[in-house]
């Protein structure tokens, strides 16, 4: 595979236009939830950290695959152990990241003398849901994502990073809602 940074803008400028929309629509999703998190803020304090943290988890998840696909560690088979080991490590990385997290902004938030109209479970139970979900769908994404680029002989380092952080910005903003729609609302 020959690199060369005409070959990156011409196959990288039209996916980084795609993804600047997707952000817009994020935006305008955010945007119409407002009145939800004006009523309990510690989710509009939550929002960088959850779409942050996945964003991270997805893209670490990305480059080792990435990594593992050029050196020839991770075969394209859906199959392979070494794919799996990763995501399983991605997986068991968002829980306990989540978790602790959620703790901390839920006490930052308390004593900070915001106003709190959710205990701490169940905060902890709506961070670590949309955590957990999000990080399934990312980590799929970045799969997919680092498979299909590698097998086109795209470098999947051009595509995973930005993929993976608009589709964590975007489903972590619509996972929080509903969320929040299923266990507040």
């Not at 690199?3 to 039209?14: A, H, N, Q, V």
């Not at 407002?34 to 509009?44: C, D, H, K, M």
């Not at 670490?60 to 050196?71: K, M």
Request: glycine fraction near 10%.
């Amino acid at each position: 595979m020959i690199y060369s940074w005409k070959r990156i803008i011409r196959f990288g400028l039209p996916l980084l236009t795609l993804c600047v929309l997707i952000e817009i629509f994020a935006g305008t999703i955010l945007q119409a939830g407002q009145n939800i998190l004006l009523e309990i803020p510690i989710f509009l304090i939550s929002i960088p950290v959850i779409n942050s943290v996945g964003g991270n988890i997805g893209s670490i998840l990305g480059a080792r695959l990435a990594s593992g696909l050029h050196v020839g560690n991770i075969s394209l088979d859906i199959k392979d152990k070494k794919m799996h080991e990763n995501l399983l490590t991605s997986l068991i990385l968002g829980l306990i990241t989540y978790g602790i997290l959620a703790i901390i902004i839920y006490y930052i938030a308390l004593f900070s003398g915001l106003s709190m109209d959710i205990g701490l479970i169940e905060f902890i139970l709506i961070l670590l849901s949309v955590g957990l979900l999000l990080i399934f769908i990312i980590s799929s994404v970045s799969i997919l994502t680092a498979f299909l680029s590698f097998k086109r002989g795209l470098d999947p380092d051009d595509f995973v990073a930005p993929v993976v952080t608009t589709v964590g910005d975007t489903m972590g903003i619509i996972l929080l809602f509903f969320i929040i729609g299923v266990v507040i609302l």
